[in-house]
Nanobody, 118 residues
């Protein structure tokens, strides 16, 4: 069984930071973060390879977000710095997929809301 639970979302002012966590029961290869803003399609944010050796980022978050993993804690993190209002979205983690290709991911969490506003 694969079970993913996101946490760490909340409200923050522009320029602020949040760290999202995704606790998993079983991980299958890549893990990734995606987000969906109201009225928009879900989009890729970041992915990390099995073994946590390689990371991949969408252009919109490069240099601001960092994905990392701790296998001992069975948790993947998304550190988000310099947040902008356009980062406001529901953030989901996923596993059993490839790179940032969201259609390839088979297991998803329920999401955690991030709101960036002044």
């Amino acid at each position: 069984q694969v079970h993913l639970v996101e946490s760490g979302g909340g409200s923050v002012q522009p320029g602020g930071s949040l760290r999202l966590s995704c606790a998993y029961t079983n991980r299958r290869g890549y893990m990734a973060w995606f987000r969906q803003a109201p009225g928009k399609e879900r989009e890729a944010v970041a992915a990390i390879s099995a073994g946590n050796t390689n990371t991949y980022y969408a252009e919109a978050v490069k240099g601001r977000f960092t994905i990392s993993g701790d296998n001992a804690k069975t948790t993947v993190y998304l550190q988000m710095n310099s947040l902008k209002p356009e980062d406001t979205a529901m953030y989901y983690c996923a596993t059993d997929g490839t790179l940032l290709r969201q259609d390839s991911y088979n297991y998803w969490g329920q999401g955690t809301q991030v709101t960036v506003s002044s």
